[in-house]
């Protein structure tokens, strides 16, 4: 079991920038791959980011070359940094967490709200 707690989240004007934090209950070294995935209103959600126990990263198309995930293993934490944000990236933004043997857990979610 895995219990995941992000923050950061928050209200941004078109062009800023945040910092989503995702805590995890237990060592991340331990968890195969670790994301951030979004859910905008009347939409599914979606992948953002993932990045694995040995650094290999992967981006939604959408948010290349502005958002940034990064793990510290020493604080069992991910971080989602997203850079000139756009009204489009409105949503909620829930961490997930995947073991080897397929098991997923999820955090509640945190509200990204940009404005134009």
């Known amino acids: 079991q895995v219990q995941l707690v992000e923050s950061g989240g928050g209200l941004v004007q078109a062009g800023g920038s945040l910092r989503l934090s995702c805590l995890a209950s237990?060592?991340?070294?331990?968890?195969?791959?670790m994301g951030w995935y979004r859910q905008a209103p009347g939409k599914q959600r979606e992948l953002v980011a993932t990045?694995?126990?040995?650094?290999?990263?992967n981006y939604a198309d959408s948010v290349k070359g502005r958002f940034t995930i990064s793990r510290d293993n020493t604080k069992n934490t991910v971080y989602l940094q997203m850079n000139s944000l756009k009204p489009e990236d409105t949503a909620v933004f829930h961490c997930?967490?995947?073991?080897?043997?397929?098991?997923?857990?999820w955090g509640q979610g945190t509200q990204v709200t940009v404005s134009s």
């Open positions: 997930n967490a995947r073991m080897i043997w397929g098991a997923e857990y």
């Open positions: 237990r060592n991340i070294r331990n968890i195969y791959a």
């Open positions: 990045i694995t126990n040995d650094g290999t990263t």
